[in-house]
């Protein structure tokens, strides 16, 4: 088993930026090939946003946020991040860490296997 805490949500300005780190701890960290993070906006169903693999030097984003977030792991602290910039309204969501993914593109939420309980981000206009 293999438990995801996210952490580095809240209010920000429409232009401003925030950090989501997940933090994961049970089975060996490295061993989940991809780490994703998905966001979920109200009465929408959960999106992919971004997904990086095990060494992170491969990473695949979703067009509406490629070129304002960055999604980044260190293994050695069993954590994942994503950076957001540019923030847009469009952005509110509950975002949420996954892992368990044989792929970076992998897009659909039946492709990971653990997920954290999600941080609220709230862009404001």
């Known amino acids: 088993q293999v438990q995801l805490v996210e952490s580095g949500g809240g209010l920000v300005q429409a232009g401003g930026s925030l950090r989501l780190s997940c933090a994961a701890s049970?089975?060996?960290?490295?061993?989940?090939?991809?780490m994703g993070w998905f966001r979920q906006a109200p009465g929408k169903e959960r999106e992919f946003v971004a997904a990086?693999?095990?060494?992170?030097?491969?990473?695949h984003y979703t067009d509406s946020v490629r070129g304002r977030f960055t999604i980044s792991r260190d293994n050695a602290r069993n954590t994942v991040f994503l950076q957001m910039n540019s923030l847009k309204p469009e952005d509110t969501a509950v975002y949420y860490c996954?892992?368990?993914?044989?792929?970076?593109?992998?897009?659909?939420?039946?492709?990971?296997?653990?997920w954290g309980q999600g941080t609220q981000v709230t862009v404001s206009s």
């Open positions: 996954a892992a368990g993914s044989s792929s970076i593109y992998a897009i659909n939420t039946h492709d990971y296997s653990y």
């Open positions: 049970g089975r060996t960290f490295s061993s989940s090939y991809a």
């Open positions: 990086a693999s095990w060494s992170g030097r491969s990473t």
